[in-house]
C-alpha cells in the first residue's frame, strides 16, 4: 500500500490534536527509512535495503532548524512542540544527544514556551545517553505495542535483542516522567492473527500502565495506509473504553481514533 516518507529534515508546523502546532524534525535520511523496528503497521513502508546510511550532521541540524524558527518567528506563526519523528528511529542518531540540547538551546531563543517531544519506539533506552536526553525533553513519547513479547515482535519485528521486561526496566528510569504510546490493531500478518486488544492483551498491558506510571498513555489505532495488508482499524469505542480502563487506574490518556 502507498506509505510515504518525509523529503526534509524540518518540516511543518502540521496541525496535530495531540501536539498542536507541530514542528517535525526528521533525523534520518529524507529518501529510505532507517528503523531498528520494521512495524508491520509503519507509515513510512517497510524497513529494509541496504542504502548507505547517511546521516544530518549535527552542524547541518542546527543551520537548518535555526534558519526554520527564525523564519516562523519572523511570521508570526505558531510552534506548539517541536517533535523528533520522521523517518525511523531518531535515538539511532549518534549525536542525539548533542541535537536536543541545540534544540532546547535554539527553543529557549525563538519559542521559550514551545515543548519538545520525541517519538522513540523505546529501543535505545539501555543507553544512558539516550535516556538523559529524553529526560531533558518535556514529552519523551516511548512506544510499547503489547505486553506480550510474542504480539510484540509480530506487529514491531525487532532487529535486535528486544523484549518487554527490558522495556520495563528501562521505563523505570524516567520514574513517571514519560508518555506512553501503543497501537491498537488487529489484521493477519504472514498467516498469524494478530489483536492487541483481547482482554488477555489489555489487562497484561494495564499491569504494566501500573506498574511504570507513565503521565499519558496515547492510544492510537491505523490512521493512514500500511505496508502490511489485512490490518485493521479498531473501533473508537473500544479505544475510549480502553482509556477508560487507564483512566481507572489514575493515569490520563490521549485517543487517536
Ligand atoms: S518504530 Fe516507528 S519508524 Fe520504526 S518501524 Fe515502527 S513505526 Fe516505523
Known amino acids: 500500500m502507498a506509505t510515504f ?9 502540521i ?23 520494521n512495524c508491520i ?23 537548518i532548524l535555526e534558519q526554520k524558527l527564525a523564519s516562523l518567528k519572523e511570521t508570526g506563526k505558531k510552534v506548539d512542540t517541536i517533535t523528533f ?3 525511523g ?3 539511532i542518531h549518534p549525536k542525539f544527544d548533542a541535537i536536543i540540547d541545540k534544540t532546547i538551546d535554539l527553543r529557549n531563543k525563538y519559542f521559550p514556551n514551545s515543548k ?24 519523551p513519547i516511548l512506544k510499547l505495542d503489547s505486553a506480550s513479547n510474542k504480539t510484540a515482535k509480530l506487529l514491531n519485528d525487532p532487529k535486535q535483542n528486544y523484549s518487554v521486561e527490558k522495556v520495563i526496566k528501562n521505563f523505570r528510569k524516567f520514574e513517571g516522567n514519560f508518555v506512553m504510546q501503543t497501537m491498537f490493531l488487529k489484521g493477519v500478518f504472514e498467516n498469524q492473527h494478530i489483536d492487541n486488544t483481547t482482554d488477555s492483551e489489555i489487562n ?5 500502565v501500573e506498574k511504570t506510571k507513565p503521565k499519558l498513555v496515547m492510544i492510537y489505532t491505523i490512521a493512514r495506509d500500511t505496508p502490511a495488508e489485512n490490518l ?5 469505542s473500544k479505544l475510549e473504553n480502553i482509556a477508560k480502563q487507564v483512566n481507572n487506574l489514575g493515569i490520563e490518556t490521549q485517543v487517536s481514533g
Open 204 to 208: 497484561a498491558w494495564l499491569k504494566i
Open 5 to 13: 516518507l518525509f523529503n526534509e529534515l524540518v518540516f511543518g508546523p
Open 232 to 236: 485493521e482499524k479498531i473501533s473508537l
Open 41 to 63: 503497521y509503519c507509515e513510512c513502508g517497510w524497513t529494509g535495503g541496504n542504502n548507505k546510511i547517511i546521516l544530518p550532521t549535527e552542524q547541518q541540524f542546527s543551520e
Open 15 to 37: 496541525y496535530s490534536r495531540r501536539l498542536g502546532q507541530s514542528l517535525g524534525i526528521n533525523l534520518l535520511p529524507t529518501d529510505y527509512k532507517y528503523c531498528n523496528f
Open 116 to 139: 519538545i517531544a520525541v517519538l522513540s519506539n523505546a529501543t535505545m533506552l539501555h543507553k544512558e545517553k539516550v535516556v538523559a536526553s529524553l529526560k531533558k525533553t518535556e514529552l
Open 89 to 91: 528511529e531518531p535515538t
Open 85 to 87: 519523528a520522521g523517518n
